[in-house]
């Protein structure tokens, strides 16, 4: 079994920055993807950046530029630098896995992190 943990979130004013962690836990795993979703109220959750094992790292064109994904393979984190934020980055901001116990790939979700940034 695995459990992905997110901290990091928060109040900020529009501009600022945050920086979201997300910790996998458990043993006998290795992690092929792992990305960041978010949620805003109304609306659907939305992937917001993931990056494949070999680092290729992919964004959605609302954050390109202003965040960056990387991981620490060493700590199994994955991270998420987020600056110049804007009132619309307001969400709950998940940390997804797709995650291999053995041959076999399952998808891991952590309970999600509020981030809410003020005008």
């Known amino acids: 079994q695995v459990q992905l943990v997110e901290s990091g979130g928060g109040l900020v004013q529009a501009g600022g920055s945050l920086r979201l962690s997300c910790v996998a836990s458990g043993s006998g795993f290795s992690i092929n993807v792992m990305g960041w979703y978010r949620q805003a109220p109304g609306k659907q959750r939305e992937l917001v950046a993931d990056?494949?094992?070999?680092?290729?790292?992919n964004y959605s064109d609302s954050v390109k530029g202003r965040f960056t994904i990387s991981q620490d393979n060493a700590k199994n984190t994955l991270y998420l630098q987020m600056n110049t934020l804007k009132p619309e980055d307001t969400a709950v901001y998940y940390c997804?896995?797709?995650?291999?116990?053995?041959?076999?790939?399952?998808?891991?979700w952590g309970r999600g992190t509020q981030v809410t940034v003020s005008s």
């Open positions: 997804q896995g797709n995650i291999a116990i053995g041959r076999v790939a399952y998808s891991y």
């Open positions: 990056v494949r094992s070999g680092g290729i790292t």
